[in-house]
């Protein structure tokens, strides 16, 4: 048996909470049932013997201090919309409590997981220090300047990096739980939960990610995206975005990484990846014309671009097909 910790704190959402305990218990389900469960899990809180969700919902749960961490610990998301709402969670009294009580849990050899927002409890307690990661992928930027020695990969759905776990967006803390089941339920147990629940196998935020989105607000990276966007026929030089843009090469590559988490060659492949996406979606375009549009240079390329990223063909988003419609085809391995 797995004997998990759930850490919630207010404002998490309950969407976050019911996607993981339903994922742990329709892999108890299908695990048959024997004298005890394969997952033990329990609800845990700073502060308080219950903890107020979002909407309104409140739910019972252990007080934080009291608690002697289990062998597995997941925090999930603390229920901050944006990249200012994330910084003033995190600050907070309660949150605080939590990145100290996940730090003193991973010194004591727990295995800790965390989804979302939760990510950057396990940021502020120095967990990501030296480990890859990766987090909502629109809050991605945010979280490599808060935590600049960890490596974080906004495409990723999940990372497993030396015993530390982290997820993607909301929904990705599905695929969190589902990873940890195989992890400790072996991969039969894993697959058979996701049929069970028809969960798809999703690889890569790719799909979603919005470069535009990701510089919201940040006024110099929105001009580096249309100075690309209006030049993706032809090989772009930071140089020469630097030179248009007024500003050194070093600057504005440092406002990349710290902006989006990516490096300034990711960032722009990663518009030319969308703009390719969208001509895919909504055209009959042959791929070697929408390669040429988007300065690759040629449909192999282009098709290898895309799986990469998204774990699927091109085709797969022909007509305007949504990345989920079909399942993803292989299992994660993140």
């Given at each position: 048996?797995?004997?998990?910790?759930?850490?919630?704190?207010?404002?998490?959402?309950?969407?976050?909470?019911?996607?993981?305990?339903?994922?742990?218990?329709?892999?108890?389900?299908?695990?048959?049932?024997?004298?005890?469960?394969?997952?033990?899990?329990?609800?845990?809180?700073?502060?308080?013997?219950?903890?107020?969700?979002?909407?309104?919902?409140?739910?019972?749960?252990?007080?934080?201090?009291?608690?002697?961490?289990?062998?597995?610990?997941?925090?999930?998301?603390?229920?901050?919309?944006?990249?200012?709402?994330?910084?003033?969670?995190?600050?907070?009294?309660?949150?605080?409590?939590?990145?100290?009580w996940l730090g003193q849990a991973h010194r004591r050899g727990a295995?800790?997981?965390?989804?979302?927002?939760?990510?950057?409890?396990?940021?502020?307690?120095?967990?990501?220090?030296?480990?890859?990661?990766?987090?909502?992928?629109?809050?991605?930027?945010?979280?490599?300047?808060?935590?600049?020695?960890?490596?974080?990969?906004?495409?990723?759905?999940?990372?497993?990096?030396?015993?530390?776990?982290?997820?993607?967006?909301?929904?990705?803390?599905?695929?969190?739980?589902?990873?940890?089941?195989?992890?400790?339920?072996?991969?039969?147990?894993?697959?058979?939960?996701?049929?069970?629940?028809?969960?798809?196998?999703?690889?890569?935020?790719?799909?979603?990610?919005?470069?535009?989105?990701?510089?919201?607000?940040?006024?110099?990276?929105?001009?580096?995206?249309?100075?690309?966007?209006?030049?993706?026929?032809?090989?772009?030089?930071?140089?020469?975005?630097?030179?248009?843009?007024?500003?050194?090469?070093?600057?504005?590559?440092?406002?990349?990484?710290?902006?989006?988490?990516?490096?300034?060659?990711?960032?722009?492949?990663?518009?030319?990846?969308?703009?390719?996406?969208?001509?895919?979606?909504?055209?009959?375009?042959?791929?070697?014309?929408?390669?040429?549009?988007?300065?690759?240079?040629?449909?192999?390329?282009?098709?290898?671009?895309?799986?990469?990223?998204?774990?699927?063909?091109?085709?797969?988003?022909?007509?305007?097909?949504?990345?989920?419609?079909?399942?993803?085809?292989?299992?994660?391995?993140?």
């Amino acid at each position: 048996m797995t004997a998990i910790d759930i850490l919630v704190l207010n404002t998490t959402g309950a969407a976050a909470l019911g996607l993981v305990l339903d994922a742990f218990d329709a892999a108890d389900n299908v695990a048959g049932s024997g004298p005890s469960k394969m997952f033990d899990w329990r609800v845990l809180t700073p502060g308080s013997d219950h903890v107020e969700l979002k909407h309104g919902l409140t739910l019972p749960a252990q007080p934080l201090a009291a608690a002697r961490p289990r062998e597995l610990v997941i925090a999930l998301g603390i229920g901050a919309p944006g990249p200012e709402a994330v910084e003033r969670r995190v600050d907070a009294d309660d949150a605080r409590a939590a990145s100290r009580w996940l730090g003193q849990a991973h010194r004591r050899g727990a295995e800790v997981a965390a989804g979302c927002t939760g990510v950057f409890l396990l940021g502020e307690a120095g967990i990501l220090d030296g480990r890859a990661c990766t987090t909502t992928w629109w809050l991605a930027g945010v979280l490599a300047r808060r935590c600049p020695r960890a490596v974080v990969r906004a495409d990723e759905i999940v990372v497993h990096d030396r015993g530390v776990w982290t997820a993607g967006a909301v929904v990705s803390q599905l695929d969190l739980a589902l990873a940890l089941i195989a992890r400790h339920g072996g991969e039969p147990l894993a697959a058979e939960t996701r049929r069970r629940l028809a969960a798809p196998t999703r690889l890569s935020q790719a799909p979603y990610i919005s470069a535009v989105a990701m510089a919201a607000g940040e006024e110099d990276i929105s001009k580096l995206e249309a100075y690309l966007a209006c030049r993706l026929e032809a090989p772009v030089a930071l140089a020469d975005a630097a030179r248009a843009l007024g500003a050194s090469q070093r600057t504005l590559a440092r406002r990349v990484r710290a902006v989006t988490g990516l490096s300034p060659s990711r960032f722009i492949q990663k518009i030319r990846l969308n703009a390719a996406l969208r001509l895919i979606e909504s055209t009959r375009m042959p791929l070697a014309e929408v390669a040429a549009r988007v300065g690759l240079a040629d449909a192999a390329v282009l098709h290898r671009l895309v799986v990469r990223h998204t774990g699927l063909a091109p085709g797969h988003f022909r007509g305007g097909r949504s990345p989920n419609s079909e399942g993803m085809g292989r299992a994660i391995v993140e």
